[in-house]
């Protein structure tokens, strides 16, 4: 009931002032329509996308198992306010999965808000912006799930994602030559993820990354994009490194996973019931486009001051942070028809205290592309092996709709 009045209210708030506004609608994939004030001192683009999937998943040893589900379903805004300097965004998850993740320091709410943030280009290349959204984190994280070369996301980004938070973002660029780009951001976040409403509980979260285009930007910003759907001309390359330091972290994954409760306490949300430590990421990852053809590739690393985390005694809690490495590698070829043929190899490692599962996961993926990725049909084969576990084989198919 709470997510139809959310989304009814959204609709109606917008078309309150389509009488007193100039409405425009696009093409297809470019918003359900676009508001613009009379006196052109504001506008407001809506849209609408889902992801419809079906996946069927054989454990060894096991039966197979199938479900239908729609895991990704959002209501977008953006536009400027005030002067086309003043740019902002907000997408709000209506599936169950979009707002799943409620705890005691969300209010046990659902988590309706993915993105809320203002961007404003206070001074030449200079943009900060504030409110929540992506970090800037591992590339295949930044890239929208609705931009995706393959069904989902890699092990790589669910086990080492920085994700969403709330905070400040200062991003900067400029040119070495006529055709060397260098983008700069650098960040400051909550450090707990996204929609929380009790805390700060540990310190806060730094982030910086810095990104080298040394043959210039991609077309229609395809450096964060999967696929080379433009079909690049010309070979274009993306180089990126992020370093984030989470201070005094209280998350087992820094500002995702789950909260380090210590001495037995469990849900007060009180700053002396939780294990904190420093928690460090870092990401290098790399996209190149040429003609079709698309190669990504990324790595991440994360580890702590303490991993372990202990009650005030010095006993163990049995919570760790979850510290390791991963590796993946995805590549693929877009045919003239506009089907692609994708491949995807991935790699966890972890060290021995987090008792997790060493995995190696490969991916075979076809991808019709009937209108770009605002309308495609996708489908992967994964085969995962777990170290010392019962290996797995995943199919999925999913069809995706962008207006």
Do not use: C
Request: aromatic fraction near 12%; glycine fraction near 10%.
């Amino acid at each position: 009931m709470k997510t139809k009045i959310t989304l009814i209210g959204a609709l109606l708030f917008a078309i309150t002032f389509l009488s007193a506004q100039e409405i425009k609608s696009g093409k297809f994939g470019k918003g359900l329509f676009n508001v613009v004030g009379k006196d052109s001192s504001w506008t407001m683009r809506v849209g609408l996308r889902a992801q419809l999937l079906g996946t069927s998943t054989w454990n060894e040893g096991e039966s197979g198992e199938t479900s239908f589900l729609t895991r990704r379903s959002r209501l977008k805004f953006d536009g400027y306010a005030y002067s086309p300097k003043l740019k902002y965004k907000i997408e709000l998850g209506l599936s169950n999965r979009d707002q799943s993740g409620a705890s005691s320091f969300t209010h046990e709410s659902p988590r309706y808000i993915l993105d809320a943030v203002l961007m404003w280009n206070f001074h030449k290349n200079f943009v900060i912006w504030f409110g929540q959204t992506k970090l800037p984190g591992n590339r295949e994280r930044v890239i929208s799930s609705a931009n995706l070369q393959q069904v989902d996301r890699s092990l790589l980004n669910s086990s080492f994602t920085i994700d969403r938070d709330f905070g400040f973002q200062l991003r900067h660029h400029f040119n070495l030559s006529k055709n060397f780009v260098v983008k700069e951001i650098f960040s400051v976040a909550q450090g707990e993820g996204r929609n929380v409403t009790r805390g700060n509980l540990g310190g806060h979260q730094y982030t910086g990354r810095i990104e080298l285009l040394p043959f210039g930007n991609f077309s229609s910003k395809g450096d964060y994009k999967g696929s080379d759907l433009k079909r690049e001309q010309k070979p274009k390359l993306a180089l990126g490194v992020s370093y984030d330091h989470n201070n005094d972290a209280v998350k087992t994954r820094s500002n995702q996973g789950s909260y380090m409760y210590i001495d037995g306490t469990e849900g007060d949300g009180y700053k002396g019931s939780f294990f904190e430590t420093n928690i460090n990421t870092l990401f290098i990852d790399a996209m190149f486009k040429y003609n079709g053809f698309s190669l990504m590739a990324e790595y991440a690393n994360r580890d702590a001051k303490d991993p372990l985390a202990k009650n005030s005694d010095g006993t163990l809690t049995g919570d760790e942070v979850q510290v390791g490495n991963g590796l993946n590698l995805q590549t693929g070829f877009l045919l003239k028809n506009d089907w692609e043929i994708s491949g995807r190899y991935t790699n966890i490692d972890w060290d021995n205290l987090t008792g997790n599962s060493n995995q190696d996961q490969y991916t075979l993926g076809l991808s019709k592309y009937i209108s770009g990725h605002s309308l495609k049909v996708q489908t992967d084969i994964s085969h995962l092996e777990v170290a010392g576990g019962s290996n797995q084989l995943l199919y999925r198919l999913q069809f995706d709709i962008h207006f």
